[in-house]
């Protein structure tokens, strides 16, 4: 069973415009939430993260909200750059040293 | 600074071959250590976590084994490969606060022939 559900699969935006990634999970236990970025042939970086307490997080272009009624949370990435296309991975915390990854995102920025 | 290095960079073993990973992490002591493995185009799974010397928690198996045999030193083994064990083993690190922020190495890519 998939722990964290991540939609779309793949998304494609226009430089400037707005990306929204979904992310979705099982476990209303679940209380830490990051979100990593990940570009081809390297390992992942974590770009952004919220917890459960709060129901919106912003960095930069970058900002998180978290609807823990219907365990959904999204990732919006405003004024969309090239350089941002990489795939994006949810993951959930279910104990101090685990975490479980969705399926990831693979975002493509079009000039 | 801290680095993370990870050796190989990439492997092509044969099915029933032995392997053996490796990650070292430099200006951190006693960090929290991690084993992920990525199928190609896929989702990272949480292989196996290390908090101390010694100590190693599964998290899921696919037939491999972990050791950290040192404070800067974890190691991904198994005595015989499977063709599913392809894919890219990711070694990260975490100051100490649990898996909250996890810092990773640039991979090993591993072929199962």
């Known amino acids: 069973q998939q722990q964290v559900r991540q939609s779309p699969q793949s998304l494609t935006v226009w430089e400037g415009e707005t990306a929204i990634l979904n992310c979705s999970y099982e476990?209303?236990?679940?209380?830490?939430f990051p979100w990593y970025q990940q570009f081809p042939g390297e390992g992942p970086a974590l770009l952004i993260s919220?917890?459960?307490?709060?129901d919106k997080k912003e960095d930069g272009r970058f900002t998180i909200f978290f609807n823990k009624r219907e365990k959904k949370l999204s990732l919006h990435i405003t004024d969309s750059q090239p350089g941002d296309s990489a795939t994006y991975f949810c993951a959930a915390m279910p104990n101090y040293n685990v975490l479980y990854f969705g399926s990831g995102t693979k975002l493509t920025v079009e000039p | 600074a801290q680095t993370i290095h990870q050796w190989p960079v990439a492997e092509i073993k044969a099915v029933g071959s032995p392997l053996s990973l490796g990650c070292t992490i430099k200006?951190?002591?006693?960090?929290?250590l991690y084993w992920y493995w990525q199928a190609t185009g896929g989702t990272l799974q949480q292989l196996f976590y290390s908090i101390t010397v010694g100590q190693v928690e599964s998290v899921v198996q696919l037939n491999l084994s972990a050791s950290r045999p040192k404070d800067d030193q974890f190691i991904l083994s198994t005595e015989k490969l499977l063709l599913s064990h392809s894919g890219f083993y990711l070694c990260?690190?975490?100051?100490?606060?649990?898996?909250?922020?996890?810092?990773f190495g640039s991979g090993t890519r591993l072929t199962v022939l």
């Open positions: 919220i917890s459960s307490v709060s």
């Open positions: 200006g951190k002591s006693s960090p929290n």
């Open positions: 990260a690190w975490s100051p100490g606060q649990g898996a909250e922020t996890l810092y």
């Open positions: 476990d209303s236990t679940f209380n830490y």
